[in-house]
């Protein structure tokens, strides 16, 4: 078949091969960032009051975590409609680089508090990743219209926009709880 969707394309859309996992492809394809971010934090490059609020470990886990969104967000924006003609279908459930983009931001700004030791680090980590597949699946508004955009576009933005409210969700329940 020719559809335009490279084999790159194909490997960065479904999350390096996560997105033909099943069930529930979504939340294999959101699971590279949170391994990322437990990396990150186990090896002393997440956010902690000993590096300070804002100093270069915290600088380094936003800016990866960013920079990983932002690939995988240009990943479906260029290779999205030939996804779509591939897989023949809208938001084909294969197509997991808009998941792995979201989860990002919903593990940006963690805090510092949050760090003080592995178990309150992997609730974090546990509670943004629920959060977000929860906002994935319901769609609160206004997610659940933009899957009406064509291509890429309307592959990414409910997930981004998922990836927000669960951004607020976690930081909401983190600091209440702290």
């Known amino acids: 078949m020719n559809s335009g969707l490279s084999r790159t394309g194909r490997t960065l859309l479904t999350s390096f ?5 099943r069930p529930a492809s979504g939340t294999w ?5 949170v391994a990322l971010s437990a990396g990150l934090i186990m090896v002393g490059l997440g956010p902690c009051e000993a590096c300070g609020v804002f100093g270069p ?4 886990y936003h800016l ?17 409609d030939a996804a779509e003609a591939a897989f023949g279908e809208k938001d084909p459930g294969s197509v997991t680089a808009d998941e792995t983009a979201g989860m990002c931001l919903a593990l940006l700004f963690p805090p510092v508090a949050s760090m003080a ?8 980590l546990v509670s943004a990743f629920v959060a977000f597949r929860l906002m994935d699946i319901v769609k609160p508004w206004p997610a659940n219209g933009l899957q009406r955009i064509a291509g890429g576009w309307g592959i990414l933005l409910d997930d981004l926009i998922a990836g927000l409210y669960a951004l607020a969700a976690v930081q909401i329940v983190w600091r209440a709880l702290l």
């Open 64 to 80: 990866l975590l960013l920079g990983v969104c932002a690939v995988f967000c240009l990943v479906c924006v260029r290779w999205g």
């Open 57 to 60: 470990a915290w600088w380094l």
């Open 29 to 33: 394809g959101s699971l590279p960032p």
């Open 17 to 21: 091969g996560l997105g033909r996992l």
């Open 117 to 124: 030791s592995p178990f309150a680090s992997a609730g974090l």
